[in-house]
Each structure stands twice: as structure tokens, then as C-alpha cells.
């Protein structure tokens, strides 16, 4: 069967743009004795055939559309249009498949109000983030509950004019009365069209995700999400040393959570030892910790000072100095410390053992390579699984594997 794209489009109650004409199976279909229903693949009910749908990729699926009218009809049932993920890449720049263009046009046209869960996923050139902010300036008839800007490689939306950006993106935040996730890392967002998000989405807004976002001021805490439940923030350096750092003032984060006091504070520190000096100096909300890069003792012991909220920690790396003191510390001051992911660090085993036995059962996650245990006068490491086992109430083994990624699986899949 020999398929095509068509350069214009055509009636509403086609796939136009996608393929030259209907394949002749499908005329085949139509034309079967109705009483053979049980081999007539073109007799399925709308049920399964929407099933069968979300699991092609699009251009197969537009392609089946052409088979009969019922397939046809099942390719615009609203139900199978409330995901969607947009794939804008250059051919000459990216491997990566794009969403067609004839196809993005039929799905503004006939089924942007159907919308609800969208993701604009671009490469880095500059054509795919104006390609994404001109298909949101188009979604005005839609009310997403979640949009998520993502860009494969360097943050091809900084390299947008600002305003251009804020105006693609304010159509959303105006026109979606019920968004409740929100992941904008890597834009020229601003304060302004912050705060006409909060206007608009106060009331919904659960999850807000954005860092590296230069044009939001510090203050931006302040902003009144009454039902916020998650607040992610990444921080990252790419060259150490040439980037200067803002912490957010403790007035700020007081207000925060005097505003949302069950919220979630997610951060990420992809930052050089010698860059942490700004963070960790009074305290902070933050309930998950993920240190992406090597992390000094005395970091981590202002964290065990600093973070009484903390939930989760992951370390990735530390060096060779061991960490007994600091564990301990975090124990002593984290009550509701449940989750802690070491992976090149060096804990004796003492202090481990310690620790578990001060935070007790709480402990549902403890990945800890097996490298990360320095045996002592007390316990060797045939020993200690034993002795971590009593206190946690369930057995536990550490893990036979550096742990660098598996710790960052961990948790990402728990709080993302």
C-alpha cells in the first residue's frame, strides 16, 4: 500500500493532510456482508478500538484512521486527545521524529478544546521553541490541566525575544481555568505572567516546576497557591565559577509556607563544592534533597541544621571523608526523614547502624551501595545487615552496585 502526504487539507471527517486518499482495504471493509461480523475488523466496537489506538504512535494511528468510518471515528474520539505530546525537531539538526506539521494543524483545528495533558518536547534550534509557542497561542479554546515545555538539549526557549514567550504562554495561563501541573524549566518566564498563572489557576495548581528561569525574582515564594502541594526547584552550574547565585530570603520561604503549609519543596543542586556557599545558612522548607554532583561534610552537615522538614535525601557523591557525623546530625534534627540515598560516600559502620537506629521504622527507603560501609571494631559487613534488619524491622541488604543512578531513580519515581 503505497502512502502519501497531502499537501492541503480536506473535509472535517477526514485525517486531510496525512495521507494521499483512503487505502482500498478500507473500502473493502464497507463493502463486507454485515452478517460476517466476527471477521470484519471494521465492525470493532469504539471501545476497544480506542484502546487499540493509544497504544500507536500518531502517524500510524492517523493512518488507520483511513481504513473505514469507524475507524475513522474512533481517531477523533475526544477520549484519545487528552494526552498529547508535541515533537518539534529540525531533520538537519535532530535524530529525533517530529510531530507533521499537516498533523499538528487538523489537532489545533478539531481538537485543541480536547486537550487536557500536553507536552511540548523541541530540540535545541531555535525554529522547534517558535514552532511550541506558536501552537500555544493558538490553544485558546483549551483548558490543559497539565503542560510541561521540555528541550532535549541546551534550552533552545532562551533564545526566544521574552516577549514573544510570555505571550504564547499567558494564552494558556488565561484561557486554562484548572491547571494543576506545571513544568516550565529552562524559559524566559517571568513575575508577570506568574502572577497571571496564580490569578487564573490558584485555586488547581498542585505541582510547579521550573528552574534555571533567570527572569523570576527571588521573591517569587510569595506568590498565594493556596492548594500548591509540590514546588520543584532545580539548581544548576555548567561552568564553576561563572555563575553567581541568590538564596531565596527566609521572609520569602516563612511566607511560603505560612501560604501552602503542607506543600512539598523539591530541590536539585547540580552545583561544584566551592558554589554552595549561599544555601544552607538558615532554614529552609525543604522536604526533598537530591545532590546531583560531589557535595562537601560541611554542606551536608548545615543541611542536617537547616532542614527540619526534610523527607528525602540523595547523595550521589561525597569523596573520601566519612560522614558519621553528619548522618547523625540529620537523624537527630530530620524527624521525618524517611528516605536516604548514599551512593560515593563513606559512612563506618557504627555511625550507620546509629542512624538507622534513630530514625526506626520510619525508614521506608534505604539504598546504600555496599562500598558506601566502612567496617570498624563493631561491625563487620557480614554483620551489619543483621543488625540494620532489627532496627528497621524488615531485612535489608545493601546494595551490591554503585548506586549513583539507582538513587536518582529512586527519587525521581518517588516525588516525580
Not at 513575575?191 to 521550573?210: C, G, R, W
Request: hydrophobic share 40%; with cysteine.
Amino acid at each position: 500500500m503505497k502512502r502519501g502526504l497531502k499537501p492541503d487539507g480536506g473535509d472535517s471527517g477526514s485525517t486531510s493532510g496525512v495521507l494521499a486518499e483512503p487505502c482500498k482495504r478500507g473500502r473493502l471493509l464497507e463493502e463486507e456482508d454485515p452478517e460476517d461480523v466476527g471477521s470484519n475488523w471494521g465492525c470493532l466496537p469504539q471501545e476497544i478500538l480506542l484502546h487499540i489506538f493509544q497504544y500507536l504512535p500518531l502517524l500510524d494511528r492517523a493512518y488507520a484512521s483511513q481504513v473505514c468510518r469507524g475507524w475513522n471515528h474512533a481517531f477523533h474520539m475526544p477520549e484519545l486527545w487528552r494526552c498529547f505530546e508535541f515533537e518539534l525537531n529540525q531533520p538537519a539538526s535532530s535524530y529525533l521524529k517530529a510531530t507533521h506539521p499537516d498533523l499538528i494543524k487538523q489537532i489545533i483545528k478539531r481538537h485543541s478544546n480536547h486537550l487536557q495533558y500536553v507536552s511540548f518536547k523541541v530540540d535545541s534550534s531555535t525554529e522547534s521553541a517558535e514552532a511550541a509557542c506558536d501552537i500555544l497561542s493558538q490553544l485558546v479554546n483549551c483548558s490543559l490541566k497539565t503542560l510541561g515545555l521540555i528541550s532535549t538539549a541546551r534550552p533552545s526557549f532562551m533564545e526566544l525575544p521574552k516577549s514573544h514567550f510570555i505571550s504564547a504562554l499567558t494564552v494558556v495561563f488565561v484561557n486554562s481555568k484548572s491547571l494543576s501541573s506545571l513544568k516550565i524549566d529552562d524559559t524566559p518566564v517571568d513575575d508577570p505572567s506568574l502572577k497571571v498563572l496564580v490569578a487564573n489557576n490558584s485555586d488547581t495548581l498542585k505541582l510547579l516546576k521550573m528552574s534555571s528561569c533567570p527572569h523570576v525574582s527571588p521573591a517569587v515564594p510569595r506568590v498565594h497557591l493556596e492548594h500548591l502541594c509540590t514546588w520543584s526547584i532545580g539548581v544548576v552550574s555548567e561552568n564553576p565559577g561563572q555563575t553567581h547565585f541568590h538564596a531565596i530570603k527566609k521572609s520569602s520561604w516563612d511566607a511560603m509556607v505560612r501560604h501552602s503549609p503542607k506543600f512539598n519543596l523539591v530541590m536539585y543542586f547540580f552545583l561544584y563544592e566551592d558554589e554552595f556557599g549561599p544555601f544552607f545558612r538558615y532554614e529552609i522548607p525543604v522536604t526533598h534533597l537530591y545532590f546531583g554532583r560531589s557535595v562537601s561534610k560541611d554542606v551536608l552537615g548545615r543541611v542536617g541544621m537547616t532542614c527540619p522538614r526534610l523527607v528525602e535525601l540523595v547523595v550521589c557523591a561525597n569523596g573520601l571523608r566519612p560522614l558519621d557525623e553528619e548522618l547523625i546530625r540529620i537523624a537527630e534534627r530530620c524527624q521525618q526523614l524517611s528516605a536516604i540515598g548514599l551512593g560515593e560516600c563513606e559512612v563506618s559502620c557504627s555511625a550507620f547502624v546509629e542512624f538507622v537506629k534513630m530514625c526506626g521504622r520510619r525508614l521506608s527507603q534505604l539504598s546504600i551501595m555496599e562500598e558506601v560501609l566502612i567496617p570498624d571494631h563493631k561491625y563487620s559487613l557480614d554483620e551489619i545487615h543483621w543488625e540494620v534488619s532489627k532496627h528497621l524491622g524488615r531485612v535489608w541488604f545493601p546494595d551490591m552496585m554503585p548506586t549513583c543512578s539507582s538513587t536518582q531513580c529512586l527519587f525521581q519515581c518517588r516525588i516525580i
